[in-house]
T-cell receptor
Framework: GQQVMQIPQYQHVQEGEDFTTYCNSS?????IQWYKQRPGGHPVFLIQ?????EVKKQKRLTFQFGEAKKNSSLHITATQTTDVGTYFC????????????FGAGTQVVVTP | NAGVTQTPKFRVLKTGQSMTLLCAQD?????MYWYRQDPGMGLRLIHY???????AKGEVPDGYNVSRLKKQNFLLGLESAAPSQTSVYFC????????????FGPGTRLTVL
């Protein structure tokens, strides 16, 4: 079945450093979405990418959709303690209308 | 505009007890979803609904039932709770399916003893 894999599962970052987390789909996606879940909170939508090779920025966060529309990345520059949380990517399920296939997430821990 | 709300926020059940989790949305969304989240497992879809009066099974439907009698409400029922159902339950809604953005509720933390 369709799989969405995220690496790494855990990311420990020193405050001020940059890091990248990756999302890989077993199938071509019509779009990819990123969500953030703060500790003890609920997933919150961050962004959606639709076009092949698309790059979008939100302040220190840069999102990219791969040329083949099967992978995506999230790059955070100058990490802050407010970036702590789990980042999920998700893409539409190809075998069933109306559902998203979520990755398992990358849990980000920031050390001051 | 409250978005997606869930009740209760916390609940402790004994094995074999039943309960209903309520999800409500005020965004006039057609699609609604129930997920469970366990450590290291991400979000797993339990059941979903593509409109009032409709429901469908997700990845992990066993032990759960749902109903969508009104467009704005989506109920998740546990008829006979088991310790394996200890989890955090999230409801979500979207205007359309097919990969539309999903809006999540705050979650219900359920413990089954």
């Amino acid at each position: 079945g369709q799989q969405v894999m995220q690496i790494p599962q855990y990311q420990h970052v020193q405050e001020g450093e940059d890091f990248t987390t990756y999302c890989n789909s077993s199938t071509t996606l019509s779009n990819i979405q990123w969500y953030k879940q703060r500790p003890g909170g609920h997933p919150v939508f961050l962004i959606q990418l639709v076009k092949s090779g698309e790059v979008k920025k939100q302040k220190r966060l840069t999102f990219q959709f791969g040329e083949a529309k099967k992978n995506s990345s999230l790059h955070i520059t100058a990490t802050q303690t407010t970036d702590v949380g789990t980042y999920f990517c998700a893409g539409p399920k190809t075998d069933s209308w109306g559902k998203l296939q979520f990755g398992a997430g990358t849990q980000v821990v920031v050390t001051p | 505009n409250a978005g997606v709300t869930q009740t209760p926020k916390f609940r402790v059940l004994k094995t074999g007890q039943s309960m209903t989790l309520l999800c409500a949305q005020d965004m006039n969304h057609e699609y609604m979803y129930w997920y469970r989240q366990d450590p290291g497992m991400g979000l797993r879809l339990i059941h979903y609904s593509v409109g009032e009066g409709t429901t469908a099974k997700g990845e992990v439907p066993d032990g759960y039932n749902v109903s969508r009698l009104k467009k704005q409400n989506f109920l998740l029922g546990l008829e006979s709770a088991a310790p394996s159902q200890t989890s955090v339950y999230f409801c979500a809604s979207s205007y359309e399916g097919g990969g539309d953005t999903q809006y999540f509720g705050p979650g219900t933390r359920l413990t089954v003893l």
